[in-house]
């Protein structure tokens, strides 16, 4: 007699939530073309300016890693890079820098996950490797591919064309229901801030917060949904291979949107021992792919065939890297295990590697400063 009700108060929640889930993605669908709209209104001067500020590629690199560890999600630097190549505020070329820091960037989280075992000797080692695996892979795919990519454009290449096939089938039209529910809300928003001073900066404002919201909301929602039942199974028989590993890692990722949530999962259970560092490599590549996901839902949102080929380009950044660097993945796991086991040797080492570690996304930020100093003094922005 208890079932039915039971079964009725399981049910109800279960819809709410896909409901909720429904109206974030609507608000993160608005708030990227919202944020497109935004840009445009400021004008071509603004985008003048700001694509000097990232004109160069290194530059460019710096400010990805930089706004990605600052904010913690690379799906967020990623759609708002896409906003800003389908606004027309940055190049492509410009663009593909400032994807790869992303990459770089939102590994950070994994790292501060394992600082839970600096208590535990005999874990931490575990843990910390297989932490920064996912950063020492990042660091060797930008510094292999962005010397590459400036002198031969290859991932521009192969992206520009991906797009034009993805164009040709018509894929990116199959957001037109989507962009006829958004349009009238933009029109909305539009009429109450004309009248103000500066409405393309309140535009702006409300979109980065609603993009940042419904992207938070997303990954909570998803991660209730979905992740709440994963530790049980990743340790079980999820890992036995690697391309269960690998397509684990893509799926897992793609679905709550957040490499940083499915690549911080599995660092307890590095730490614990469950897993090694070498079985949860193709998981952090999966990982990678996976979080495409979101800036080419961005890409699609805005109908723009270069937004498009901004998404692919990230897309390509993380397939080449794979393919190069999966051939010798002992390199990267190498060096994270050495790493490692250099940090545990003393406390003295352990400050020295951490502060080391830190510095990588501090360092952006102060190459960013004096590049905008340099930047403005020289040419009067």
């Not at 036995?240 to 690549?263: C, E, W």
Request: glycine residues 8%; positive net charge; charged residues 10%.
């Amino acid at each position: 007699m208890a079932t039915p009700p039971t079964s009725k108060n399981q049910l109800l929640p279960g819809i709410v939530r896909v409901l909720l889930l429904l109206a974030t993605l609507y608000l993160f669908f608005f708030s990227i073309k919202l944020m497109g709209h935004s840009f445009k209104l400021f004008g071509k001067e603004f985008a003048e300016r700001l694509v000097a500020t990232t004109d160069n590629p290194f530059m460019g690199l710096a400010i990805g890693i930089f706004v990605t560890s600052l904010i913690q999600s690379s799906s967020t630097t990623t759609s708002i890079v896409v906003g800003l190549v389908a606004a027309g505020g940055l190049t492509l070329r410009n663009a593909i820098p400032i994807i790869m820091g992303a990459n770089i960037g939102t590994t950070i989280t994994n790292t501060i996950v394992s600082l839970a075992h600096l208590t535990r000797r005999n874990e931490f080692p575990r843990a910390f490797a297989g932490a920064i695996i996912h950063d020492v892979f990042n660091m060797l795919a930008v510094a292999i591919l962005l010397p590459i990519e400036i002198r031969f454009r290859t991932i521009e290449g192969v992206a520009s064309w991906l797009a034009r096939q993805f164009t040709g089938v018509g894929g990116a039209k199959l957001f037109n229901p989507l962009n006829a529910i958004i349009k009238p809300t933009i029109a909305l928003v539009d009429g109450v801030f004309e009248h103000l001073p500066h409405p393309q900066v309140w535009m702006l404002i409300i979109a980065l917060v609603v993009l940042f919201f419904s992207l938070g909301g997303m990954v909570k929602m998803l991660r209730a949904l979905m992740v709440g039942r994963m530790e049980v199974l990743l340790g079980g028989f999820l890992f036995r291979s690697d391309l269960g590993s690998m397509v684990l890692g893509v799926v897992l990722t793609a679905s709550v949107q957040s490499s940083s949530i499915t690549t911080s999962l599995v660092v307890p259970l590095v730490g614990a021992g469950l897993l090694t560092v070498r079985q949860i490599f193709p998981y952090v590549l999966g990982s990678n792919v996976g979080t495409t996901v979101t800036a080419i839902l961005a890409a699609l949102a805005t109908q723009s065939p270069i937004a498009i080929t901004a998404a692919f380009a990230h897309l390509m950044f993380n397939v080449f890297a794979i393919g190069i660097l999966w051939w010798v993945k002992f390199i990267p796991i190498w060096l994270a295990e050495n790493f490692a086991r250099l940090a545990v040797r003393s406390k003295k080492h352990m400050a020295v590697c951490l502060v080391c570690y830190f510095m990588l996304y501090v360092l952006p930020l102060v190459l960013a400063m004096l590049w905008r100093g340099r930047v403005g003094g020289g040419e009067g922005i």
